[in-house]
């Protein structure tokens, strides 16, 4: 079966320090991965995405993700924090090795950072 | 360039109504996707409609049904209302199938309470 996982509900860092979100998934095939984020009472907002090439992939507001296939992960990272990217953030994978329209979320990670 | 827009942005309604929420993808894109993100749920895959068909669905009852008009534009229909169909619902949109276009981008959701 398909699955994400991100194995911590809080991630808490000082502003400035670098941070990572955790993300590992179990598909079969060639896996699409995501990062969203979401902030209060808010959709998600589409942060960055593997489909292929280059395992180090850069997104927007200065987040970045390494594709790791020997550990089936995909973790989240930026250099330096700031106190406005505190949100949730939710890692997904396309279920299914055809078009299935679906994407599987992880239960989400909460970042907290502090100033 | 306008996101995906979603109407109405919260609703009240009471077990056994029927309640209909609107969403416009991004100009140009031909798929629509539906989620639920209940409380203790996480996101889950509702529909998937791409060039008005109705190409996936999730593990819903039939209660949950929508259609895509030919603007490209989606209603998500749910009858005889229940507590637990109390969530924010959330709509995405995509330029189409396969490699990049595949990524979704979300609108804000609507929220809905049934009582």
């Known amino acids: 079966a398909q699955s994400v996982a991100q194995p911590e509900d809080q991630v808490n860092v000082a502003e400035g320090n670098p941070l990572t979100v955790k993300c590992t998934y179990s598909v079969s095939g060639n896996p699409y991965l995501f990062w969203y984020v979401q902030y209060p009472n808010r959709g998600l907002q589409f942060l960055l995405k593997?489909?292929?090439?280059?395992?180090l992939v850069k997104g927007s507001y200065g987040f970045e993700a390494e594709f790791n296939k020997s550990q089936t992960s995909f973790h989240l990272k930026k250099p330096s924090a700031l106190v406005s990217d505190s949100a949730l953030y939710f890692c997904?994978?396309?279920?299914?090795?055809?078009?299935?329209?679906?994407?599987?979320f992880g239960q989400g990670t909460t970042l907290q950072v502090k100033p | 360039e306008a996101g995906v827009t979603q109407s109405p942005t919260h609703l009240i309604k009471t077990r056994g109504q029927q309640v209909t929420l609107r969403c416009s993808p991004i100009?140009?894109?031909?798929?629509v996707y539906w989620y639920q993100q209940a409380l203790g749920l996480g996101l889950q895959f509702l529909l998937w409609y791409d060039e008005g068909e109705e190409r996936n669905r999730g593990n819903f009852p039939p209660r949950f049904s929508g259609r895509q008009f030919p603007n490209y534009s989606s209603e998500l229909n749910v009858n005889a209302l229940e507590l637990e169909d109390s969530a924010l619902y959330l709509c995405?949109?995509?330029?189409?199938?396969?490699?990049?276009?595949?990524?979704?981008?979300f609108g804000p959701g609507t929220r809905l309470l049934v009582l």
């Open positions: 995405a949109s995509s330029l189409g199938v396969g490699g990049p276009q595949e990524t979704q981008y």
């Open positions: 997904a994978v396309r279920a299914g090795s055809g078009n299935t329209g679906k994407l599987i």
């Open positions: 593997y489909i292929t090439g280059d395992n």
């Open positions: 100009s140009g894109h031909t798929s």
